[in-house]
């Protein structure tokens, strides 16, 4: 069963219906009272949406992308590809193969779109700019951010005739909105906070497939990955930091690249840590106080109901003097 998140349910409803989410939740909570207690909020709001005559599963439909969640087939995706990222071959075991992706984005969001092995033709012709229509290809969830998988029923249609995408959807997946951390709010992205680093927690190693990037767990036999086997593990890495900016704090997750960009060290020199932790207990000291602008996503974290910042972009040479530029603009736009 394909579960649609409630913050999706409930979006969806507001947005066909014209509710305010308090006037959904209360509806919500009526039904949950109606049946006592013997339902999830998950389902209440599947069973009002459904009063409410919401189709919640589109089929062939064609679908914006905000709308996509893990587990969904995506019926006809249309959007503009603004960046396309190489084709390359890779060795796992005795299995090989091929893996390509690009970024799709339409006027409510982005996504990265991935390809494997002679699905990677099908991109190959792209360029940026092209409008393209993607056809039942299946969504996943990777590290906690939506990706569009090929698989063998998949087409994806360059430049079809009649349709078309704005220019500023492009501009808008491309341009991050500068937030204070008080004014964050769950499922924003292309968010810039800037503020300083109060907290560092230690590294975490994980091991993922040298191919598809996935976590894998040892089982039994050795590592297996659902696309690739038994492979020989790779070690990424994640660390969360807490950022102030004045107005509030949010922890913030930095996976492997992001911490790269972070700790300014090569892949290799982080590995190092991985054996000998001790190592980096000095640079977390000399971390404190550092201003950082980091660039991302905002995450509802279920487990502790709190509000957290994927970070997809950070950085730490922050120039003063655009700051001071970028403030005496925002003050001048609230005079006007």
């Known amino acids: ?47 009002l949406a459904n009063e409410l005559g919401i189709k919640l599963m589109q089929g062939d439909a064609k679908l914006k992308i905000r709308d996509l969640y893990a587990g969904l087939r995506t019926g006809e995706v249309l959007g503009r590809m603004i960046r396309k990222f190489d084709i390359r071959a890779f060795q796992s075991g005795e299995r090989s193969g091929k893996v390509g992706s690009f970024i799709l984005a339409d006027e409510t969001g982005s996504i990265r ?44 249609l360059r430049n079809p005739e009649g ?15 500068r937030k204070q951390i008080k004014a964050l709010e769950e499922n924003q992205n292309n968010v810039e906070l800037l503020g300083t680093i109060v907290q560092v927690y ?46 509030g704090n949010i922890r913030v997750v930095l996976f492997g690249t992001q911490l790269q960009q972070l700790l300014k ?20 000291t000399d971390l404190l106080g550092e201003m950082l602008k980091a660039t991302g996503r905002v995450n509802k974290n279920q487990m502790f109901s709190r509000l957290e910042f994927v970070a997809n972009k950070v950085e730490t040479n922050v120039n003063p003097e655009e700051e001071i530029s970028r403030l005496q603009q925002e003050l001048e736009k609230a005079q006007v």
């Not at 229509?133 to 990777?142: A, L, M, P, Q, Y």
């Not at 349709?163 to 909105?177: I, M």
């Open 265 to 284: 060290k090569t892949d290799d020199e982080i590995q190092i840590y991985r054996t000998a932790p001790e190592t980096f207990e000095k640079l977390k």
């Open 202 to 247: 230690d590294m975490k190693f994980f091991e993922r497939c040298p191919a598809c990037k996935k976590r894998i767990k040892e089982q039994g036999v050795g590592f297996q990955c659902p696309d690739h086997g038994l492979v020989k593990p790779e070690f990424s890495y994640v660390m969360n930091v807490y950022l102030d900016d004045g107005s």
């Open 1 to 47: 069963m394909i579960k649609i998140p409630y913050e999706q349910l409930v979006e969806k409803i507001k947005t066909e219906k014209n509710l305010t989410s308090e006037q959904i939740e209360e509806q919500i909570k009526i039904k949950m009272e109606q049946l006592s207690g013997l339902i999830s909020k998950e389902g209440a709001a599947h069973i």
């Open 113 to 156: 779109v991935t390809c494997w092995n002679d699905q990677t033709k099908e991109m190959e012709p792209l360029i940026e700019n092209d409008v393209v229509i993607v056809v039942d290809g299946t969504v996943r969830e990777n590290r906690g951010a939506l990706e569009i998988h090929l698989n063998e029923r998949t087409k994806l």
């Open 163 to 177: 349709k078309t995408v704005a220019v500023v959807a492009a501009q808008a997946a491309a341009t991050a909105l």
